[in-house]
């Protein structure tokens, strides 16, 4: 090779764009948004379930509307939709292409409220480093509250739909298990699975810190939520614990809304102890992180 063939290469090598840097890790992707433990619940643990966010001001693409449906899931998997009446909705459970699930869903919700009219999100592009994050283009003053729906009939609004699309939704709302949002205890849901109901609490701090609590109440015999019920163990999600009882069946959801509140007011007594764990609460500990499973 000549020095002329050399020197172009070398220019050529110079003109290079620069490197894309990958969105980095976030342990606890939804922190610093309003009830960031019912953002760990849309996205891990509900079936049908909705809630409206609202664009920061200057925030929202030209055109788009200012507050946009978050949704559980929507038909085929879409990461997002613009329906045809003008309502952008984004999709929590539409998987992950980095280590930040607010960059992912922020690139959603862009790509959404983008979108024309009647056309939904089939893919999104991969997340970077200067991808925003949901903190970036929300209101984070405004309220997040979660509907929890019996089936998808949200996904079309008040479309008409012909029979080929009524028979596919009802497919999808045979899924639904039967879920139930507590009422005195943010983030828990009582659910239906089977001939077996279980509650599911998504507890608000760290999850290193909520599993030693947890410890620390099942060394006591103090993590019941009420006769006849079990604590079968914990998972980690979005940086935070989220504990799961086995009920008896016969009852219902209210049937335990005192329960749950006395437990959480045990919870809460022994969440600030910084006390070493006994052995029998480091055995306790064990025992639970032995059947966490860790979601995404």
Known sequence: ???????????????????????????????????????????EILPAATAT????????????????????????????????????????QSGSVSGDASRDLATSLLAAAEAEQGVPVVHTPGSTADSPRLQDLLDTTADFEVTVHNGFEFWVGDSELDAAAQESLDRANESVIPTVRMAGTPSAY?????????????????????????????????DAVGAGTRLLGAFRACGLLVPVWDLDPDKEAADYEDELAEFMERYAAVLG??????????RARSGLLSRQVTLR
């Open 1 to 43: 090779m000549g020095k002329a063939s050399r020197r172009r290469k070398g220019a050529d090598t110079g003109s290079r764009p620069a490197r894309v840097e990958p969105a980095p890790f976030v342990a606890r992707p939804f922190e610093g948004l309003p009830n960031e433990t019912d953002w760990v619940a849309m996205r």
């Open 53 to 92: 966010v609202r664009f920061a001001k200057g925030k929202a693409p030209e055109g788009a509307p200012d507050e946009v449906t978050v949704a559980t899931v929507l038909p085929m998997a879409w990461p997002g939709l613009h329906r045809a009446d003008g309502a952008v909705l984004v999709s929590t």
């Open 190 to 222: 009582w659910c239906r699975i089977g001939e077996r109901t279980h509650i599911r609490l998504v507890l608000p701090d760290d999850e290193d810190v909520a599993t030693d609590a947890l410890a620390r109440l099942r060394a006591a015999g103090d």
């Open 273 to 282: 102890s910084d006390a070493p764990l006994t052995p029998e609460e480091r």
